[in-house]
């Protein structure tokens, strides 16, 4: 007979919070030299992670929180699927090209009957953006080459409002970035000094549709029209790339009237979020080109070590099957209809979330009614509190909402941003109106923390903020507070 011994039981007759394991220090920086039981590990890690905050309450991302159990099923069962092994998984491969041909049909692009579209799926829109900006560096490129010209000095135009992906492209990519700057009361790419900015080293103009900061959608069409007559005159072909990540998804089911896609004639390439309003977990974003001729042959590469000859133009390599088949999971699940029926839900609730912050009195409303889902917000008074302060106020009911200062040249304005996904029902947003008003109420009492702020940067080290009289200004307010907030969330944001 085998007896058991004292370590015997220890492993196999105690709870896991019997153990040794929940007593000895967790690995930060070196593997562990022994093995731990698998319950042991699972429920470590998963203890650590009860710290992290309710993706659901986390309404600064528009990136999907929630999905089908039958969805979670097809993805759980396609996890161990490497997407880029083409071959040996034909239909995932058929399934991407699904829905490029599904995403092109929806922005208009002229693409014959049964005739496969030009796209591919990405791991998200930076990606995309990535691949759009090659594709029109090296377009750009070809053309002054042919005419005998230089091509050491390429630029882009964007609003200052574009996210950072698009910076990162300028940087990695070695092409100037040219802003237009906001100013107070228009918070995106004003149209006409966009095509002032654009000169003959200009690879494309970008335009936004569903800006980060107010979810507004710029003026594509009469970006389209300035640019056709300041081509006309040049004899320039400067272009237009459309990053549509919040609103690609949304711009064809409520406002199929509105041209900002390919029904205008200088938008060469679109990306859109499958991973925001396309309704799927992250990891998954698409470009879509006009034709074949907008992405140059030279930029594809073909591979065939894996089994048999494969396009790819992509950034990276190896990445997982699940994004693709969840999102065309949704475009057959869902079809028009329900796309459509979720974006309007996701509208009127923005609506009523709008509607309960105006009741306050105490907040003006940036965003627009035609747009992304959200509400953009700043305090009408911030001489004695800020919205970094209710951001702040907000977490202890579990509540993440951003607040953030606006872009050069509108950097004065700090505004709080509550984005509206699927997931978000009419009773959070009646629940989170009530706790924005109990905070309004209880700061209200409290003394002004404006007050006490120059001191508070002095004991900190700070030798950025001067000590002032009590009346600071909103910009010094607004700098102080937002690094304290940034300096608070870099663990979760």
Same mark, same amino acid.
């Given at each position: 007979?085998?007896?058991?011994?004292?370590?015997?039981?220890?492993?196999?007759?105690?709870?896991?919070?019997?153990?040794?394991?929940?007593?000895?220090?967790?690995?930060?920086?070196?593997?562990?030299?022994?093995?731990?039981?698998?319950?042991?590990?699972?429920?470590?890690?998963?203890?650590?992670?009860?710290?992290?905050?309710?993706?659901?309450?986390?309404?600064?991302?528009?990136? !999907?929180?929630?999905? $089908?159990? %039958?969805?979670? +099923? =097809?993805?759980? *069962?396609?996890?161990?699927?490497?997407?880029?092994?083409?071959?040996?998984?034909?239909?995932?491969?058929?399934?991407?090209?699904?829905?490029?041909?599904?995403?092109?049909?929806?922005?208009?692009?002229?693409?014959?009957?049964?005739?496969?579209?030009?796209?591919?799926?990405?791991?998200?829109?930076?990606?995309?953006?990535?691949?759009?900006?090659?594709?029109?560096?090296?377009?750009?490129?070809?053309?002054?080459?042919?005419?005998?010209?230089?091509?050491?000095?390429?630029?882009?135009?964007?609003?200052?409002?574009?996210?950072?992906?698009?910076?990162?492209?300028?940087?990695?990519?070695?092409?100037?970035?040219?802003?237009?700057?906001?100013?107070?009361?228009?918070?995106?790419?004003?149209?006409?000094?966009?095509?002032?900015?654009?000169?003959?080293?200009?690879?494309?103009?970008?335009?936004?549709?569903?800006? !980060?900061?107010?979810? $507004?959608? %710029?003026?594509? +069409? =009469?970006?389209? *029209?300035?640019?056709?007559?300041?081509?006309?005159?040049?004899?320039?072909?400067?272009?237009?790339?459309?990053?549509?990540?919040?609103?690609?998804?949304?711009?064809?089911?409520?406002?199929?009237?509105?041209?900002?896609?390919?029904?205008?004639?200088?938008?060469?390439?679109?990306?859109?979020?499958?991973?925001?309003?396309?309704?799927?977990?992250?990891?998954?974003?698409?470009?879509?080109?006009?034709?074949?001729?907008?992405?140059?042959?030279?930029?594809?590469?073909?591979?065939?070590?894996?089994?048999?000859?494969?396009?790819?133009?992509?950034?990276?390599?190896?990445?997982?099957?699940?994004?693709?088949?969840?999102?065309?999971?949704?475009?057959?699940?869902?079809?028009?209809?329900?796309?459509?029926?979720?974006?309007?839900?996701?509208?009127?609730?923005?609506?009523?979330?709008?509607?309960?912050?105006?009741? !306050?009195?105490?907040?003006?409303?940036?965003?627009?009614?035609?747009?992304?889902?959200?509400?953009?917000?700043?305090?009408?008074?911030?001489?004695?509190?800020?919205?970094?302060?209710?951001?702040?106020?907000?977490?202890?009911?579990?509540?993440?909402?951003?607040?953030?200062?606006?872009?050069?040249?509108?950097?004065?304005?700090?505004?709080?941003?509550?984005?509206?996904?699927?997931?978000?029902?009419?009773?959070?947003?009646?629940?989170?109106?009530?706790?924005?008003?109990?905070?309004?109420?209880?700061?209200?009492?409290?003394?002004?923390?404006?007050?006490?702020?120059?001191?508070?940067?002095?004991?900190?080290?700070?030798?950025?903020?001067?000590?002032?009289?009590?009346?600071?200004?909103?910009?010094?307010?607004?700098?102080?507070?937002?690094?304290?907030?940034?300096?608070?969330?870099?663990?979760?944001?």
């Amino acid at each position: 007979m085998v007896v058991a011994t004292n370590s015997d039981s220890e492993e196999h007759l105690h709870s896991t919070f019997a153990s040794r394991y929940v007593r000895a220090v967790v690995p930060r920086f070196k593997m562990p030299d022994n093995s731990m039981p698998k319950d042991a590990a699972y429920q470590v890690i998963s203890d650590e992670l009860m710290l992290d905050g309710n993706p659901r309450l986390n309404l600064a991302s528009f990136v !999907t929180t929630w999905m $089908e159990p %039958e969805c979670d +099923k =097809l993805i759980m *069962d396609s996890v161990n699927k490497n997407y880029v092994d083409m071959d040996e998984y034909p239909v995932t491969t058929e399934l991407q090209n699904r829905c490029v041909n599904m995403i092109a049909n929806l922005f208009h692009a002229p693409v014959g009957e049964g005739e496969a579209a030009i796209g591919c799926g990405t791991v998200g829109s930076s990606e995309a953006i990535m691949l759009a900006g090659l594709a029109f560096k090296r377009k750009w490129q070809q053309r002054r080459r042919a005419q005998g010209l230089p091509t050491d000095n390429p630029n882009i135009v964007t609003g200052a409002n574009v996210q950072v992906c698009w910076e990162k492209f300028a940087r990695y990519f070695e092409v100037e970035l040219k802003e237009v700057k906001l100013r107070e009361d228009y918070y995106v790419m004003d149209p006409a000094k966009a095509v002032e900015m654009v000169d003959e080293n200009t690879i494309c103009v970008a335009a936004i549709l569903g800006s !980060t900061l107010t979810g $507004e959608f %710029e003026d594509v +069409k =009469l970006l389209n *029209d300035l640019l056709a007559e300041k081509n006309a005159e040049t004899g320039w072909e400067t272009p237009i790339h459309v990053d549509a990540a919040s609103g690609g998804f949304i711009a064809p089911f409520l406002y199929p009237d509105l041209e900002w896609d390919f029904r205008l004639p200088w938008v060469k390439s679109i990306n859109v979020s499958g991973h925001k309003y396309g309704l799927v977990y992250a990891g998954v974003g698409w470009i879509v080109w006009r034709t074949k001729d907008d992405l140059p042959e030279d930029l594809v590469f073909h591979i065939n070590y894996l089994g048999a000859d494969q396009p790819t133009f992509t950034l990276n390599f190896s990445k997982g099957s699940s994004q693709i088949i969840a999102q065309y999971y949704q475009f057959i699940r869902l079809g028009f209809e329900g796309y459509k029926n979720i974006m309007e839900n996701c509208m009127d609730n923005a609506r009523r979330l709008r509607e309960g912050i105006e009741m !306050t009195g105490k907040f003006h409303i940036l965003s627009k009614d035609i747009g992304v889902p959200l509400v953009a917000f700043s305090l009408k008074d911030s001489s004695k509190h800020t919205v970094f302060e209710i951001a702040e106020s907000l977490r202890k009911f579990g509540w993440i909402i951003p607040a953030y200062t606006m872009p050069a040249d509108a950097q004065h304005i700090a505004v709080l941003r509550v984005v509206i996904r699927e997931d978000f029902s009419r009773g959070l947003a009646d629940r989170l109106i009530t706790h924005i008003i109990q905070v309004l109420k209880e700061i209200e009492g409290l003394p002004s923390r404006i007050a006490h702020i120059a001191a508070a940067a002095a004991v900190s080290g700070d030798d950025e903020v001067e000590v002032k009289t009590a009346k600071m200004s909103l910009q010094d307010i607004t700098k102080y507070w937002k690094r304290l907030v940034e300096h608070k969330r870099n663990i979760v944001c």
